[in-house]
């Protein structure tokens, strides 16, 4: 719709500048199949961006069986299904999971996942933030 003759059309605001304080030294590519796989609490964890690294987020890929219910005190969770059928606990729900679901777990909430086939459960977690806690610190809280 156009602005009546003699009246300008109100713009909105140009959006502020991203501020982003974290400059990273170049681009990198991380293949799946060389990073070393280990047994963590909640199944078989490969990291893609690991606790070792200057990096502002945690990725993990899981082949999850045997997890363990848990929270975290500071550190949020997002959980993308990448293959299988499953249910994860948060806090006193269970939900059905699938491949294509994704899942935001806020800090403080109890949660827990299981396959609910015999076919694995494999999910992509992004933790955030990556070190939240000063040295000697736990986040993580066992059930």
Not at 73 to 87: L, Q, W
């Amino acid at each position: 719709m156009s602005a009546p003759a003699g009246h300008q059309e109100e713009r909105s605001p140009t959006p502020p500048d991203v501020n982003v304080s974290l400059k990273l030294p170049r681009a990198s590519v991380r293949r799946l199949g060389d990073q070393e796989e280990f047994r963590s609490i909640c199944g078989m964890r490969r990291d893609l961006l690991g606790p070792r690294e200057d990096e502002p987020a945690f990725f993990h890929y899981m082949r999850i069986h045997d997890s363990r219910r848990h929270y975290h005190r500071k550190t949020i969770e997002y959980y993308f299904v990448v293959e299988g059928t499953g249910e994860m606990e948060l806090d006193d729900e269970t939900v059905p999971i699938a491949k294509g679901d994704f899942i935001v777990v806020p800090t403080g909430v109890w949660h827990t996942t299981r396959p609910t086939t015999d076919a694995e459960l494999h999910i992509l977690i992004c933790a955030l933030p990556a070190e939240p806690y000063e040295p000697g610190e736990q986040d993580h809280y066992y059930s």
